[in-house]
């Protein structure tokens, strides 16, 4: 019964899944991305949504606690997802592991250890996930680029050390994303440039974020993806969000400093979008995550007051069948609906 509620919840979450003009059927959980879908897309009508308000959601749960124990995280992980097949998975990043939890947060299982080896992790930088729960890792470190089975089975690398703006060549790999389509992007912090691939790894095209298109100029901190074929970029120093097309063409600054609605002081790498179009940002500095829609609209803010006040974040995800949202507090895991 377990197996089939989880099939269950990996066809609801596939049906979320879209770019563009297209809805993609792709392969059941457990089968491996040939980086194109099991069924050709068919074209269909796309209607973007634009919330104009949002409420904030409530607190329900924490899971997790600081050391470096099964189901333990230490300060400073650097990332988390919620995959298909139903479990979350964390970057513990100073224990050198993924953690990956169920649901409910309980403990699953975990992978990694310091090292420059394939299945080894110099600095942990962030993780994304496909839609065939396949787990994504940057190595800011090791300059390294992983691809793992939803069991921690390497499935593909790449990546070296460079300054040059060459697909697969990192100064500092800094964030990763996945698309509706499979395909992959690669933030440099350093060259400040995104890179991006097909699911297989295979080069596709890259583009500058550093103020040829009016955009970032200093530090991009994070990177996510919508379902309609946008990329959003966070310009921490700066203090807003980019948009872009997923080819890389500009198309609005969101957010600007200060601690007002709708402003970010030091946002960090938590972003993401979810299917009624709302953006979440980890507006660090102001101790508050906010919400916009995809044009850049302030819609609400939330976790700095009441019992439950948000501390030490950095990253958050959410389940896009239920809207659960997780954020990675210091060495805890808290859940709001």
Same mark, same amino acid.
């Given at each position: ?13 596939? !049906?979320?899944? @879209? ?16 980086? !194109? ?20 959601? !409530?607190?329900?749960?924490?899971? #997790? ?7 333990? $995280?230490?300060?400073?992980?650097? &990332? ?50 496909? #839609? ?7 190595? @800011? ?23 040059? $703006?060459? &697909? ?11 698309? @509706? ?19 297989? &790894?295979?080069?596709?095209? $890259? ?17 996510? #993806? ?45 972003? *993401? ?8 940002? *980890?507006?660090? &500095? ?52």
């Amino acid at each position: 019964m377990k197996y089939f509620t989880a099939l269950m919840l990996a066809a609801l979450f596939l !049906t979320q899944i @879209s770019c563009g003009s297209k809805n993609y059927s792709v392969a059941p959980v457990g089968v491996q991305s040939t980086s !194109t879908p099991a069924v050709t897309p068919t074209a269909t009508s796309t209607v973007i949504p634009m919330p104009t308000s949002a409420t904030p959601p !409530t607190y329900q749960t924490t899971f #997790s606690t600081y050391g470096t124990g099964n189901g333990q $995280l230490q300060n400073g992980s650097m &990332g988390i997802c919620y995959a298909p097949n139903g479990n979350i998975y964390v970057a513990d990043t100073n224990n050198s592991r993924i953690e990956v939890f169920d649901s409910t947060g309980a403990y699953v299982s975990q992978w990694g250890s310091s090292g420059t080896g394939l299945n080894e992790f110099g600095t942990l930088e962030a993780i994304a996930v496909d #839609s065939y729960s396949n787990i994504w890792t940057v190595d @800011s470190t090791n300059y390294r680029i992983s691809k793992f089975s939803p069991t921690g089975t390497l499935l593909t690398h790449w990546g070296s050390y460079g300054e040059s $703006l060459t &697909g697969g060549v990192y100064d500092v790999p800094r964030a990763i994303t996945v698309d @509706s389509a499979n395909n992959v992007y690669v933030m440099d912090g350093a060259t400040m440039c995104v890179q991006k691939f097909d699911n297989s &790894g295979t080069f596709k095209t $890259l583009w500058r974020v550093d103020g040829a298109y009016n955009t970032l100029e200093s530090s991009p901190d994070g990177i996510c #993806s919508d379902n309609w074929g946008n990329i959003y970029v966070v310009d921490q120093q700066n203090c807003h969000v980019e948009k872009f097309t997923n080819t890389g063409t500009f198309v609005c600054t969101i957010g600007s400093n200060g601690s007002g609605n709708g402003q970010l002081n030091l946002p960090s790498c938590g972003i *993401c979008v979810d299917k009624k179009g709302c953006l979440y940002v *980890c507006d660090t &500095g102001n101790g508050r995550i906010e919400e916009f829609n995809t044009n850049g609209a302030y819609l609400c803010q939330w976790g700095n007051t009441g019992s439950h006040t948000l501390y030490a974040f950095d990253y958050l995800c959410l389940n896009p069948i239920t809207n659960m949202i997780y954020v990675v507090c210091g060495g805890t895991v808290m859940d709001f609906l």
